[in-house]
């Protein structure tokens, strides 16, 4: 059974800073890798979505790689502003024909 | 707006009532998903529709039944709920490719609504 495994839980940071979040999966075999945002008590927005034959997506200040025989992803966030606080999801597709298995995500603080 | 559309958007009920949750979409997808999220866990898929039927059922308890009637709305109905039912509901839709009896889920991102808080006293 795929479980994906997301460090730090919380994490508070400076305005200005460059910061990376954590995303593990236990089985490789996956078909793409999705990250979202959740703002409190909302929806969730996609950020990047990475297919398996891909190493990395940008959009903007952020940048999100798949290393998929590590089982890992990071999502990279340049210069970090107090509108990037939320919670950041990662989801991963185990196949063609499944749906999203998701993190429990990692809640960021970034204070002006 | 993300085009999909989930009302109510708070509701609180009683373990004896009957509610529904209402979903719409409006970016011309075919397959529409129910999520549980609950505090300090991931979310939890519920129910997967694609072309109006049921093809991912997750061990849902009866007292939860969804309804599809067409390829824009789903419903999750809602009956004899327990207190441990209280969470956020969130609806999803996606364009997915039906290939026979397959269905491809492939590049496609999920397009999630706002969210039903739902709370059971």
């Known amino acids: 059974k795929q479980e994906v495994t997301q460090i730090p839980a919380a994490l508070s940071v400076p305005e200005g800073e460059n910061l990376v979040l954590n995303c593990s999966f236990t089985?490789?075999?996956?078909?793409?890798l999705q990250w979202f945002r959740q703002d409190p008590g909302k929806g969730l927005t996609s950020l990047l979505l990475?297919?398996?034959?891909?190493r990395e997506q940008t959009s903007g200040r952020l940048n999100a790689s798949l290393d998929k025989s590590s089982g890992r992803s990071t999502l990279y966030i340049a210069a970090s502003q107090p509108g990037d606080s939320a919670t950041y999801l990662c989801?991963?597709?185990?196949?063609?024909?499944?749906?999203?298995?998701f993190g429990k995500g990692t809640m960021l603080l970034v204070s002006p | 707006e993300t085009g999909v559309t989930q009302t109510p958007r708070h509701l609180v009920m009683g373990m004896t009532n009957k509610k529904s949750l209402k979903c719409e979409q409006h970016?011309?997808?075919?397959?529409m998903y129910w999520y549980k999220q609950s505090a300090k866990k991931p979310l939890e898929l519920m129910f997967v529709?694609?072309?109006?039927?049921?093809?991912e059922n997750n061990s849902v308890p009866s007292r939860f039944s969804p309804e599809c009637p067409n390829s824009s709305h789903l419903f999750l109905h809602l009956h004899t709920l327990q207190p441990e039912d209280s969470a956020l509901y969130l609806c999803?839709?996606?364009?997915?490719?039906?290939?026979?009896?397959?269905?491809?889920?492939?590049?496609?991102?999920?397009?999630f609504g706002a969210g039903s808080r739902l709370t059971v006293l």
């Open positions: 990475i297919q398996s034959s891909q």
């Open positions: 089985d490789s075999a996956i078909y793409n």
């Open positions: 989801a991963v597709r185990p196949g063609g024909y499944s749906t999203l298995t």
């Open positions: 970016l011309g997808h075919n397959a």
């Open positions: 999803a839709s996606s364009q997915d490719l039906i290939i026979g009896d397959s269905l491809f889920s492939g590049a496609n991102v999920l397009t």
């Open positions: 529709y694609s072309l109006e039927e049921r093809v």
